[in-house]
């Protein structure tokens, strides 16, 4: 069993730990203490090496609660956490030492709303480094030949403390070490998702500690600036043992912050007129507090009342933006109706769109802002307002359909949204597509923004419009053509690019892909599976990548199921533009409520028609696309993908460079 059950309780097991001159006759006591007091359960994570005696000094100066002590005994990281999470109680609070602490970090992202507080003991964030020494032959060999790094200089000289950590190691035993070393080995760098973590958190080590120095402590509490830091004087990488008072009156304030934390909220009586401007509570303020990751990882959601950053696949709208939410997330400098940055980009969405507060652009947008389009660019405010109204008025019951948001940042560096929605309507009105039609339309959207105090300053904007021409029984070559006149009567040039740099001379692609904007390890390994299929023209990659039974959503509200299909689909694209080369602009990821991870990823894709598809015969007219596609990634395999970019535009840009061929 990976949970120990309840057993004899915590007073013999203080009696079986409490003389260190019993300790190589100590047994491993399965207990639990059986106390229940309403305080929130505690659960601990010990660390490599180390069984229930590592934890005595600590509970032995705690108020009563009821606790449990957990076994490290699988090498994968996250099936590990996952099993410890079906065997723990709903919510609870978690204490991890060393390794314990990394894998109560993965239990965390996984399940941020049932783990109320979190306390990181001489443990890390980081990934096993490539120059990390070897594993000892021995627990035994272990602790003898580390043992001047690990203990603080004040306690070198402890024969007992020695013979204490023997002991455990002994009692561990040469098979679990090995599934231990494994499972550090497996470990996976989480420093760019711990801003996903909204709970208590106490982060606390030796100020010694050589194993896991206080700088490795120090970038924990940077990306989670409500955690709290304590770094214990002469004491190594074993504080509970060597520091057991300092130790446990820190655990012990932590402890209190989490019950408090997760108290019952005090029921809100002071909604009276209009909500969406009504002042933050107290709670609110301004501090700083965990956003996401995130590598990001995003915080799981929790239908909107807990902690956790919303997510938007589950929930219905007045979920989405909710009317009685505490803010769970710094958000300095936004408007106080906003709790979190998907509560942000949706319900703004929402009002400008489909409450028709367009002037809401005003103080959403910078006045310089700029939108990069699949259409064109557009470099300050008043023309998102005047796009924005012609929009509404030509189609006056659109309604965009928030489906996914994937994201990153914080509130002090500002924060990037990847939002993808679903329009609908019916075109009712004269405007860009001409004379009403009477017919509706559905087409997807993603708008990536860049966001800082309430401000969107830089979008990225990839609307299928190629989708509503087709939909409302227009010509698309005509209505391309239309385009690329006013363009061309405009002046607007087409930037030939002779060389794209997908081949250099004769040499074929690179061999390595740019993961330079990659967050975590997880999002280098696919930009790098990306880089094999598009610019190495690897498609036989997709079987390894793709699930059975994977969904592919594309351009035209295409909807394909299975390998075959997503494969085909790569390759039509890659089809019309034979010599393109694919760049990742940004990536971004959050782990997803649904299971698994979400990434978004927008790229560009720039050659020369070449091919032959949608866009009619080969015409060597260069192509430039721009695109955004979001993938779920589920037990290591592709399950869904939504592929937005605009067949519309790339018609235009062939419609566009003939007429500039001929003027020349």
Known sequence: MLLHPNAEGVDQWRAACKATDDVNSHTRIKASSTRSTGAVPL????????DDRLFAPLLERLPERAFTVMTLDDDDPIRLARTLLDAAPERFALLGFSLGGLIALEMALLAPERVVGLALIDSNARARSPDAPERA?????AIATGWPRLVGRTHRDDTALRALLASMASTVGMDAYAVQERLVAARTDKRDRLETLSMPVLVLAGADDMICPPPFQQEIVERLSGATLS????????????????????VAAWLARVDQAASPATPRSDRTGDVMTKPPSPSQGSARTPTNR?????????????????????????????????????????DPIYTDIVDYIIRCTHRIWDERDVGLIYTHYTHNCVAYTTMGTMYDRETHIRDTIQRLVEFPDRRGLAQQVIWRGNDTDGFYTSHMTHGQGRHSQYGMYGKPTGRTFLTRTVAD????????????????????????????????????????????????????????????????????????????QLLRDLHHIYNKRMFGRIHD???PNCQWHGPLMREYYGIAAVLQQTMRLVALIPDGYFVPQHICS????????????????????????????????????????HYHVRDGKIIDEWAVYDELSMLAQVKLAALQRAAA
């Open 43 to 50: 659960l601990l994570l010990p660390g490599t090496l180390c």
């Open 137 to 141: 032959a021995s627990p035994g060999d």
């Open 231 to 250: 770094l214990i004087d002469g004491a190594g990488h074993f504080a509970p043992l060597e520091a057991p008072e300092a130790v446990a009156a820190q």
């Open 294 to 334: 995130p590598e990001n990882g995003g915080a799981k959601g929790d239908g909107g009342n807990g902690g956790a950053v919303l997510q938007v696949e589950r929930r219905d709208f007045t979920e989405l933006v909710p009317t009685d939410r505490e803010r769970v997330q710094g958000m300095r400098g936004f």
């Open 449 to 524: 923004c860049m966001i800082l105090e309430n401000k969107i300053y830089k979008e990225w904007i990839v609307r299928d419009n190629m989708g509503p021409v087709i939909q409302l029984g227009l010509d698309p070559h005509a209505y391309a053509l239309d385009i690329a006149t006013r363009k061309f009567e405009a002046g607007e040039p087409i930037m030939e690019v002779v060389e794209n740099r997908r081949l250099l001379g004769q040499y074929p692609p690179e061999t390595e892909a740019d993961v330079s904007i990659a967050h975590s390890e997880d999002e280098a």
């Open 545 to 547: 990548l793709y699930a």
């Open 590 to 629: 959050v782990e997803s409520e649904e299971g698994g991870t979400k990434y978004a990823v927008r790229w560009t894709l720039d050659g020369h028609h070449l091919g032959y598809g949608s866009l009619g015969a080969p015409t060597g007219h260069p192509l430039f696309v721009m695109g955004v596609t």
